[in-house]
């Protein structure tokens, strides 16, 4: 960990508003808040500038093209773990991967085309690499929060870019091409049926690319970059909003916080039928960032950001055990983020 980033009571109104609408106009900041213009664009450029927040388009895994995401925990023999995650994080299915402290050594978060780049993805490039032992894959049945409020903020740049829809070499195909504004991806809450979620064309996927790098982007400087009108950029922006294929928020840097980590809470529930009501339960917590139903290692996965095992053991203890239908949990501590890319996610709500 860098040493933490302070933002002060401003700063931080200031993030609350852009996590909200991430491209709030300054002078509306500056209303809403009782500060000058002046004052908002120096507090956003000097945050932007120490790496403390950016401002970003999150794109919806399904509106780049990808029907499925997995949560995949490596174990590791015969060879130093963070070398292994190192090349997993080559893949560019691959967004997020983490040497962890648990019953695996490694906690990847992945999204698929379909069930067979799910198959090729899982039970032969990653179980063929040196010092790979097993593989155990959970599919994200329905994803019920996803807030990525506070994440590292850099990532392992690979070949392909999921966020945008772009796959890598040729071992990494990318999603099927779909230009038509009618072409829809697979709902995450029912495999195998189609949604309504429409995914990003190459203008749209053009747009979210620039957009991911700095979101309060102008228009026109969008549009000049990518030769298209300024009206045509600003309509395909409110559209993706509109149709929760992107989300533009403010996210803030985890060093920020001191000693933070990355906790992975695997929860299995008494009887199949109170999952969805342990699940929700659980996405009333603010200390959980991601809450998903999962079919595979156990009933429901928490992500959450914790000081260290005894602030882990403590919070699962007395909040997530406790609650009515809970059996038991399995719990990984974080200890070395190797990648994670904040742009891609799954919109809920």
């Not at 809450?189 to 429409?198: E, L, N």
């Not at 620039?210 to 549009?223: E, F, V």
């Amino acid at each position: 960990m860098n040493a933490a980033i302070e933002l002060d009571d401003t700063d931080e109104r200031i993030v609350a508003l852009l996590r909200s609408d991430g491209r709030m106009a300054y002078r509306a900041i500056a209303a809403e808040l009782d500060l000058t213009e002046a004052t908002v664009r120096t507090r956003i450029r000097r945050m932007e500038q120490s790496n403390a927040m950016r401002v970003v388009a999150v794109t919806d895994f399904q509106a780049a093209g990808y029907e499925m995401m997995l949560a995949v925990g490596i174990t590791v023999e015969g060879r130093p773990p963070a070398e292994v995650a190192e090349q997993l994080a080559e893949f560019p299915e691959v967004f997020s991967i983490n040497v962890v402290i648990g019953s695996c050594d490694i906690e990847t978060l992945v999204v698929a085309e379909d069930q067979a780049a799910m198959a090729d993805l899982v039970y032969r490039r990653f179980a063929e690499l040196p010092g790979v032992l097993r593989v155990s894959s959970s599919l994200a049945i329905d994803v019920l929060k996803n807030q990525p409020d506070s994440v590292p903020l850099s990532f392992h740049k690979t070949a392909g870019d999921p966020a945008s829809g772009e796959g890598g070499d040729a071992t990494s195909p990318a999603p099927n091409e779909t230009t038509g504004a009618n072409s829809t991806a697979i709902s995450a809450s029912a495999p195998g049926a189609a949604s309504s979620k429409r995914r990003l064309d190459g203008v749209d996927r053009q747009i979210v690319e620039r957009l991911g790098r700095d979101a309060r982007t102008s228009n026109r400087q969008i549009a000049e970059e990518i030769g298209v009108t300024e009206g045509t950029v600003r309509s395909r922006i409110k559209r993706m909003q509109e149709d929760k294929q992107i989300r533009i928020t403010a996210v803030t840097n985890i060093d920020r916080y001191r000693d933070a980590a990355i906790a992975y809470v695997w929860v299995e529930v008494e009887r199949s039928s109170l999952a969805e009501q342990v699940a929700t339960q659980m996405t009333t917590m603010k200390e959980f960032g991601f809450v998903g139903l999962m079919m595979g290692r156990y009933d429901i996965l928490g992500i959450t950001m914790v000081r260290n095992t005894e602030h882990l053991a403590r919070f699962v203890h007395r909040h997530v055990s406790s609650l009515e239908g809970v059996r038991r949990t399995e719990s990984s501590l974080g200890v070395n983020f190797v990648k994670h890319d904040y742009r891609m996610s799954r919109i809920v709500g």
